[in-house]
């Protein structure tokens, strides 16, 4: 059934077509024939149908393309174009052969494009490049694990080693990671959250005491009033378009705050419907405001202003007074500093009209029960926690937490990336989590905080770590600053990656680098006990199972909690009382420490198995309880700040495709926003363009403009006229990741700031035939 890929031909931008117009809408018929096209011709009917027809189903595997919610009520065939695209990805028979690694030297694969690299297929045994050596060549097991715990072991400080974590690892294997993490002795847990949500924890911890939604999936369909800012679900979270309409169709009203018109927020067809198929689709937002890069903080800031002007036109009808009282602190230091907002700057910020502020205004005054959704266009800015706690600011004014259909709601990315969190992965776990975790294993595990993902580039770079271990994911590909990045990581002595499919970071390793393949979440994992499932938690704090349903793509393939429970064993086995060997037999062990440590978790295995799972207690949500010193949610004063253009330059957002996870292409289109065959754009506005003396069509070399005296570029894109906001451009990751510089990031949360890129555009002459700095 294993078959090889004999050539995958990259990208030819001079194929690039640009058709130029967003689409206004998003799903409908043909995107589940484009989501049915590639699983049918690689995978064939039966492997296609065990997938495909497995999503999100009762007993079958959690989609991995977005943290989303199932709704109570599952549908069958509640997938999407672009679940199913990942589904493909990694469900594909495709594999990589034993004379893959001496064909393609390390040299060659560091220049092979995102793209090309995961086409060549699933990994399917151990690979080992000794110091010195261009090439990979197949090792076993044992002598994989082997050389990990001789060189962890051989370190004088376990806070030499860097343990990263991507956010499709599930509960057990995530659980186990951060014990053996600990058990060797340090809290150096970076994860793709900090360069993701890391903003919304930092903010929502801060103000009401937990990092999470305070929503559940039936709020949706509850709320008057829902403001999506920041986000594109059409392509990141479709499902999200199945809630956001039947919550319009119950009499919700949608507001978009974007410096793109995406489409699906615009407006979407639902392929589930008859309707959507035939009908035009529903138009999604009642109101779209067309908002500057990092200007939002300015929005509400002048909206919570016009809240508490209008309480003070018409007292005790506006503001949520006993709520105020009852569970809030910080009334009248917000009110002193809101009522020195003034207008002029907000317009600046926001490039918006004084009517759409005051619109906006008059629609959260007037709903009773409102939610505010966000993403990356909110957490990955310079000002993104000052941000998010406006918000939580807003929504507290009015009581909209803690009650149905109300509440602040981040959609996380990964699948599994909240899930995660709450199993400890962070570098920064509270003390009463480490004191459990202690006690549980007989062990005393480090307290001082570890490095996030910026730090650990900083320490590779510095020589502070040797030893690299990544547990999913793509760390280079991801990060900002390439080029430093790609630095700092080949300062390392040992870089190692546990990983379904190859891409960048397996071609920028250590001196010594090792490839440790794993199942992927559509496949069945057996082990001594019998087939095993495992857990996951989405973006409303639901947990549940997760069944693989399809044979291993290769018979020596390991789990994730296979590769970690022996790696630990070898490394730091006896340390403590942890039954490494035991895991590996039979997940249900690890659910009972679980249990036993992480809170809310209790009963892990009877609830974990119950129909549709469990929901993880929240404070804010179930009770208005608010874990911060007082007690009490804090209104916050932030003093604004937004992104300064200077003349000549554009902001520049780096955001995703609807061809694209991540750092993983599916394919070269965009399909929503008109561009076919090829990723090198830049999108900007018409009118920049004419200010610039630029025109669409043309060459441009993209110049990073920051203080540090980097010439940071991305060369030969092609621009694209398009109704951006003023002054804000817009180009894909992770290929523009070369232009983010490492220090820019949020203030305190420090997620990489990249929407927030400010860059110059100089012509190219003629068409170049140089490769760009990605390759
Ligand atoms: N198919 C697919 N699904 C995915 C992913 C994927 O790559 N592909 N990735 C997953 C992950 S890990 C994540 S985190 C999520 C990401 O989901 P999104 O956050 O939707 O992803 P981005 O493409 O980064 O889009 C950012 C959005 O923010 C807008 N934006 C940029 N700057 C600003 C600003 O200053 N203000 C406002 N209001 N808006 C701004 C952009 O125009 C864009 O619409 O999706 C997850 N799901
Ligand atoms: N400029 C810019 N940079 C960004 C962003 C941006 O918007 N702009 N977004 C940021 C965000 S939100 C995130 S979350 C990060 C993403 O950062 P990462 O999570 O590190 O990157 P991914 O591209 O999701 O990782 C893809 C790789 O994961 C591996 N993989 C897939 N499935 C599995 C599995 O089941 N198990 C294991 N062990 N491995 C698996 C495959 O080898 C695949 O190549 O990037 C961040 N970087
Ligand atoms: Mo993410």
Same mark, same amino acid.
């Given at each position: 059934?294993?078959?090889?890929?004999?050539?995958?031909?990259?990208?030819?931008?001079?194929?690039?077509?640009?058709?130029?117009?967003?689409?206004?809408?998003?799903?409908?018929?043909?995107?589940?024939?484009?989501?049915?096209?590639?699983?049918?011709?690689?995978?064939?009917?039966?492997?296609?149908?065990?997938?495909?027809?497995?999503?999100?189903?009762?007993?079958?595997?959690?989609?991995?393309?977005?943290?989303?919610? *199932?709704?109570?009520?599952?549908?069958?065939?509640?997938? /999407?174009?672009?679940?199913?695209?990942?589904?493909?990805?990694?469900?594909?028979?495709?594999?990589?052969?034993?004379?893959?690694?001496?064909?393609?030297?390390?040299?060659?694969?560091?220049?092979?494009?995102?793209?090309?690299?995961?086409?060549?297929?699933?990994?399917?045994?151990?690979?080992?490049?000794?110091?010195?050596?261009?090439?990979?060549?197949?090792?076993?097991?044992?002598?994989?694990?082997?050389?990990?715990?001789?060189?962890?072991?051989?370190?004088?400080?376990?806070?030499?080693?860097?343990?990263?974590?991507?956010?499709?690892?599930?509960?057990?294997?995530?659980?186990?990671?951060?014990?053996?993490?600990?058990?060797?002795?340090?809290?150096?847990?970076?994860? /793709?959250?900090?360069? /993701?949500?890391?903003?919304?924890?930092?903010?929502? &911890?801060?103000?009401?005491?937990?990092?999470?939604?305070?929503?559940?999936?039936?709020?949706?369909?509850?709320?008057?009033?829902?403001?999506?800012? &920041?986000?594109? !679900?059409?392509?990141?979270?479709?499902?999200?378009?199945?809630?956001?309409?039947?919550?319009?169709?119950?009499?919700?009203?949608?507001?978009?705050?974007?410096?793109?018109?995406?489409?699906?927020?615009? %407006?979407?067809?639902? !392929?589930?419907?008859?309707?959507?198929?035939?009908?035009?689709?529903?138009?999604?937002?009642?109101?779209?405001?067309?908002?500057?890069?990092?200007?939002?903080?300015?929005?509400?800031?002048?909206?919570?202003?016009?809240?508490?002007?209008?309480?003070?036109?018409?007292?005790?009808?506006?503001?949520?007074?006993?709520?105020?009282?009852?569970?809030?602190?910080?009334?009248?230091?917000?009110?002193?500093?809101?009522?020195?907002?003034?207008?002029?700057?907000?317009?600046?910020?926001?490039?918006?009209?004084?009517?759409?502020?005051?619109?906006?205004?008059?629609?959260?005054?007037?709903?009773?029960?409102?939610?505010? =959704?966000?993403?990356?266009? $909110?957490?990955?800015?310079?000002?993104?926690?000052?941000?998010?706690?406006?918000? $939580?600011?807003?929504?507290?004014?009015?009581?909209?937490?803690?009650?149905?259909?109300?509440?602040?709601?981040?959609?996380?990315?990964?699948?599994?990336?909240?899930?995660?969190?709450?199993?400890? $992965?962070?570098?920064?776990? !509270? +003390?009463?989590?480490?004191?459990?975790?202690?006690?549980?294993?007989?062990?005393?595990?480090?307290?001082?905080?570890?490095?996030?993902?910026?730090?650990?580039?900083?320490?590779?770079?510095?020589?502070?770590?040797? @030893?690299?271990?990544?547990?999913?994911?793509?760390?280079?590909?991801?990060?900002? *600053? =390439?080029?430093?990045?790609?630095?700092?990581?080949?300062?390392?002595?040992?870089?190692?990656?546990?990983?379904?499919?190859?891409?960048?970071?397996?071609?920028?390793?250590?001196?010594?680098?090792?490839?440790?393949?794993?199942?992927?979440?559509?496949?069945?994992?057996?082990?001594?006990?019998?087939?095993?499932?495992?857990?996951?938690?989405?973006?409303?704090?639901?947990?549940?199972?997760?069944?693989?349903?399809?044979?291993?793509?290769? !018979?020596?393939?390991?789990?994730?909690?296979?590769?970690?429970? %022996?790696?630990?064993?070898?490394?730091?086995?006896?340390?403590?009382?942890? *039954?490494?060997?035991?895991?590996?037999?039979?997940?249900?062990?690890?659910?009972?420490? $679980?249990?036993? @440590?992480?809170?809310?978790?209790?009963?892990?295995?009877?609830?974990?198995?119950?129909?549709?799972?469990?929901?993880?207690?929240?404070? +804010?949500?179930?009770?208005?309880?608010?874990?911060?010193?007082?007690?009490?949610?804090?209104? =916050?004063?932030?003093?604004?700040?937004?992104?300064?253009?200077?003349?000549?330059?554009?902001?520049?957002?780096?955001?995703?495709?609807?061809?694209?996870?991540?750092?993983?292409?599916?394919?070269?289109?965009?399909?929503?926003?008109?561009?076919?065959?090829?990723?090198?754009? @830049?999108?900007?506005?018409?009118?920049?363009? =004419?200010?610039?003396?630029?025109?669409?069509?043309?060459? @441009?070399?993209?110049?990073?403009?920051?203080?540090?005296?980097?010439? %940071?570029?991305?060369?030969?894109? %092609?621009?694209?006229?398009?109704?951006?906001?003023?002054? /804000?451009?817009?180009?894909?990751?992770?290929?523009?990741?070369?232009?983010?510089?490492?220090?820019?990031?949020?203030?305190?949360?420090?997620?990489?700031?990249?929407?927030?890129?400010?860059?110059?555009?100089?012509?190219?002459?003629?068409?170049?035939?140089? +490769?760009?700095?990605?390759?």
């Amino acid at each position: 059934m294993t078959r090889k890929n004999p050539k995958v031909e990259e990208a030819d931008e001079s194929e690039l077509e640009v058709t130029g117009h967003p689409k206004t809408w998003a799903a409908g018929v043909p995107g589940v024939y484009y989501s049915m096209k590639p699983a049918l011709e690689h995978m064939g009917v039966e492997r296609s149908r065990k997938t495909l027809l497995a999503l999100n189903q009762k007993d079958g595997f959690d989609c991995m393309s977005c943290a989303w919610p *199932d709704p109570g009520h599952r549908k069958t065939f509640e997938f /999407c174009e672009n679940g199913a695209k990942a589904v493909t990805w990694e469900a594909t028979p495709v594999v990589i052969g034993s004379e893959f690694w001496a064909g393609h030297p390390v040299s060659e694969l560091r220049d092979r494009s995102e793209y090309w690299l995961g086409m060549q297929g699933r990994l399917t045994e151990p690979v080992y490049k000794p110091a010195g050596e261009d090439h990979y060549r197949p090792v076993n097991w044992d002598q994989a694990f082997g050389i990990i715990a001789n060189k962890l072991r051989s370190l004088p400080d376990p806070n030499q080693a860097a343990f990263y974590t991507s956010g499709r690892t599930s509960n057990e294997a995530a659980f186990l990671y951060q014990l053996f993490i600990r058990a060797y002795g340090t809290n150096n847990l970076p994860d /793709c959250s900090n360069m /993701c949500h890391e903003s919304s924890g930092w903010a929502m &911890g801060q103000t009401i005491g937990v990092g999470k939604a305070t929503v559940s999936y039936d709020d949706f369909a509850k709320a008057e009033l829902i403001i999506v800012m &920041g986000q594109n !679900p059409g392509t990141n979270h479709p499902r999200m378009l199945t809630a956001l309409e039947e919550a319009k169709e119950a009499g919700c009203k949608i507001v978009a705050v974007n410096p793109l018109p995406e489409a699906g927020l615009m %407006r979407y067809k639902n !392929p589930q419907k008859v309707k959507g198929i035939i009908g035009h689709g529903t138009d999604l937002a009642d109101q779209f405001l067309q908002v500057r890069i990092g200007g939002d903080m300015a929005l509400l800031q002048a909206i919570s202003k016009r809240v508490l002007e209008a309480e003070d036109a018409h007292p005790g009808t506006v503001l949520d007074h006993k709520f105020l009282e009852e569970h809030c602190d910080g009334l009248a230091e917000l009110r002193a500093h809101l009522a020195r907002l003034d207008d002029a700057t907000v317009l600046e910020a926001t490039g918006l009209r004084l009517e759409e502020i005051e619109e906006l205004a008059a629609r959260y005054i007037a709903a009773d029960r409102v939610i505010i =959704t966000w993403a990356m266009g $909110i957490t990955q800015q310079k000002k993104g926690v000052a941000t998010i706690k406006e918000m $939580i600011n807003l929504l507290l004014l009015r009581g909209n937490m803690g009650k149905p259909g109300a509440g602040a709601s981040p959609i996380r990315g990964h699948s599994n990336v909240q899930g995660d969190r709450t199993m400890g $992965i962070w570098e920064q776990m !509270p +003390p009463a989590f480490l004191e459990a975790l202690g006690q549980e294993f007989g062990f005393e595990p480090p307290r001082e905080h570890g490095l996030d993902a910026v730090q650990t580039v900083r320490a590779m770079r510095d020589g502070g770590i040797k @030893v690299f271990i990544a547990l999913g994911g793509n760390f280079v590909g991801a990060i900002s *600053d =390439t080029h430093a990045a790609e630095e700092a990581m080949e300062k390392t002595e040992l870089s190692v990656q546990i990983s379904t499919k190859l891409n960048h970071s397996h071609a920028v390793t250590g001196a010594e680098a090792l490839i440790l393949p794993t199942l992927g979440r559509t496949e069945i994992d057996r082990q001594e006990s019998g087939p095993q499932f495992v857990s996951v938690e989405d973006t409303v704090c639901a947990v549940h199972a997760s069944h693989g349903t399809v044979e291993p793509v290769a !018979p020596g393939l390991l789990s994730e909690v296979a590769i970690v429970c %022996r790696l630990a064993a070898a490394t730091v086995g006896g340390r403590t009382s942890a *039954d490494w060997a035991g895991f590996e037999k039979n997940y249900d062990l690890i659910r009972d420490h $679980i249990s036993h @440590v992480v809170n809310g978790c209790e009963d892990y295995n009877r609830k974990v198995r119950q129909d549709g799972g469990f929901i993880l207690p929240n404070g +804010p949500r179930d009770s208005r309880t608010f874990n911060t010193p007082t007690g009490k949610a804090i209104l =916050t004063v932030n003093e604004l700040e937004h992104v300064e253009r200077p003349a000549g330059t554009l902001i520049l957002q780096t955001m995703r495709s609807h061809d694209q996870f991540n750092t993983t292409i599916y394919g070269h289109n965009d399909r929503y926003r008109g561009i076919r065959k090829g990723r090198e754009v @830049v999108f900007v506005n018409p009118a920049d363009l =004419t200010e610039l003396g630029l025109a669409d069509g043309q060459h @441009v070399d993209i110049h990073g403009v920051y203080s540090d005296g980097v010439d %940071r570029v991305l060369r030969n894109y %092609r621009v694209v006229s398009y109704p951006s906001a003023r002054g /804000c451009a817009a180009a894909y990751y992770p290929e523009a990741n070369v232009l983010v510089p490492l220090e820019s990031v949020a203030e305190g949360s420090q997620t990489p700031a990249s929407k927030a890129v400010i860059v110059r555009l100089e012509p190219v002459p003629v068409l170049e035939e140089e +490769p760009t700095a990605w390759g």
